[in-house]
């Protein structure tokens, strides 16, 4: 049963795609739903199973999203985004879980970004190093940057597939 919407799922345990559950009627429920990827999956799996695929329901409109990640000890939803999103979609998202964080596969876009690690600590990313408990300031040069990102309010991680996960400080327009 879908804890979205209550109709029938079935299991689809198949050779080459992963194993999923699906709508007997092929309908999807949830309207944000999206397929999920290896680094979509990986990333979930950092996470106890019990925090993953969340159902979070408004009890005043009835309207119901299934979360990433539901972290209820901090009342917080993770959401992990690989595709491409709508400007509309980021802010409906934040404003239905209301205190959630982003973290964004930018993996795909490396070519189009420059990390600069020697310079004045007041610039535009944090990264937190696995191997290290305390954070490095670092400027994030992102070419051709998907400018869909600025109309986020909440913080925002970039994965770009190193080591590190980036947060997002700020924005900062350049001049030419």
């Known amino acids: 049963i879908c804890p979205c919407c209550s109709d029938e799922v079935r299991a689809y345990c198949g050779l080459i795609k992963v194993y999923h559950w699906k709508h007997v009627s092929l309908k999807e429920c949830d309207p ?10 990986n990333w979930k799996n950092n ?7 969340i159902l979070k329901i408004d009890h005043l409109t009835g309207e119901r999203h299934i979360a990433d990640i539901y972290l209820p000890h901090k009342d917080l939803v993770i959401e992990f985004q690989h595709s491409p999103i709508q400007v509309a979609e980021i802010t409906a998202r934040e404003k239905y879980y209301k205190k959630m964080i982003w973290v964004v596969d930018l993996s795909k876009f490396i070519t189009n970004i ?3 690690k020697n310079f004045n600590k007041t ?3 944090i990264v937190y190093s696995s191997q290290s408990n ?7 040069n992102w070419k ?3 400018k869909r990102w600025e109309a986020s309010k909440s913080p925002m991680f970039f994965d770009i597939g190193d080591d590190y996960v980036y947060q997002n400080i ?3 327009a350049l001049v030419n």
């Open 170 to 172: 700020e924005f900062i």
């Open 47 to 53: 996470f106890d199973s019990t925090c993953q695929e």
């Open 144 to 146: 051709f940057r998907h």
């Open 134 to 140: 305390h954070p490095d300031y670092f400027l994030m």
């Open 32 to 41: 944000w739903f999206e397929g999920e990827t290896e680094w979509h999956r």
């Open 123 to 125: 610039y535009l990313q």
């Open 114 to 116: 420059l990390i600069h």
